[in-house]
């Protein structure tokens, strides 16, 4: 009974959110302030994360940036009640968490959208939705994996030891 249980309210959701994105692997926590650098190099009024996992890039991102409107959407659900008590403990103005797919977001609506997706989904399902509904001016942020083979102007943030940040503007 408790085993059914488990499964269905953690396993099951982690499962379909691994296979629609990615499994839940967090930002590398030393890079937070390197994503807000990358961030930070354009005016942003709107930034999604994309999968946020437990939005520790959300509330960073929203912690040193008040001016930005800070969505994070995530799928899994174990993964938004983490993210969504985070946030009632140390509430942001200007930081929403949202609990559904990605996929449903229209990416119009943002400036930057920050995702760390495996590449497979990332080459399959996100590039061709950013190239569909992205604006001219939106960047789609990557952790670790590079959108070479996308149209547009590929940006990549190196730094030794470090995961790469890639930076994909139409
Ligand atoms: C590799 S983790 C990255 C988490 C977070 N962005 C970070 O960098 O710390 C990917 C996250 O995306 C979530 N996810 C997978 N598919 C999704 C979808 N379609 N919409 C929203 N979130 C999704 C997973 O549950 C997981 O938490």
């Known amino acids: ?10 396993l099951v ?9 990615a499994p839940w692997v967090p930002t590398v926590s030393s890079d937070l302030r390197r994503v807000q650098d990358v961030v930070s190099t354009k005016k942003t009024r709107r930034f999604l994360e994309f999968g946020c996992g437990d939005a520790r890039v959300s509330h960073y991102i929203a912690k040193h940036n008040p001016d930005i409107k800070v969505t994070g959407i995530e799928l899994a659900l174990p993964m ?3 993210a969504k008590i985070k ?3 140390w509430p942001l103005p200007n930081l929403t ?3 559904w797919s990605g996929f449903k977001k229209n990416f119009w609506d943002f400036d ?14 996100v590039l061709p939705k950013f ?3 992205a604006q001219k ?8 994996f590079s959108m070479s083979d996308a149209p547009g102007t590929l940006k990549s943030y190196e730094e030794r030891d470090k995961k790469t940040i890639h930076v994909l503007t139409r």
């Not at 959701?13 to 994105?21: M, Q």
């Not at 930057?112 to 399902?125: E, N, Q, R, V, W």
């Open 13 to 21: 959701p982690l499962a379909l959110a691994g296979g629609s994105l």
């Open 112 to 125: 930057s959208i920050y995702l760390f997706a495996m590449p497979d989904s990332l080459k399959k399902k």
């Open 80 to 82: 938004f009640v983490i």
């Open 131 to 133: 190239e569909r509904e």
């Open 87 to 89: 946030s009632l403990i």
């Open 1 to 10: 009974m408790w085993w059914s249980i488990f499964m269905l309210c953690i």
């Open 97 to 99: 968490i949202e609990f």
């Open 137 to 144: 001016w939106t960047r789609l942020i990557s952790y670790v």
